[in-house]
């Protein structure tokens, strides 16, 4: 089910959306909703991520290692 909200933005910046969207043969609308599912996403990934980093967050090798095999390439 779609959820009509309202937005205020500069008529000028909204002109050339409006513009640039019918030139891409899309609207401003489905760009608002494409913008608003990555936007959620982003908080989604960034929320597993830091879970994930967390969970690994301390690794041991089992041994100290000496300055010559820390630089070793």
Known sequence: MLKNITF???EKIMDSARKKA???RTT???LFNK???SYVKI???SNEL???LNKI???SSGRSFSRD???ER
Request: a negative charge; hydrophobic letters at 40%; zero cysteines.
């Open 8 to 10: 205020s933005a500069d």
């Open 22 to 24: 019918i030139n891409n």
């Open 28 to 30: 401003l609308n489905s």
């Open 35 to 37: 913008w608003l599912s």
């Open 43 to 45: 908080g989604y990934v």
């Open 50 to 52: 830091d879970s994930f």
């Open 57 to 59: 967050s301390y690794v």
């Open 69 to 71: 095999e820390l630089n």
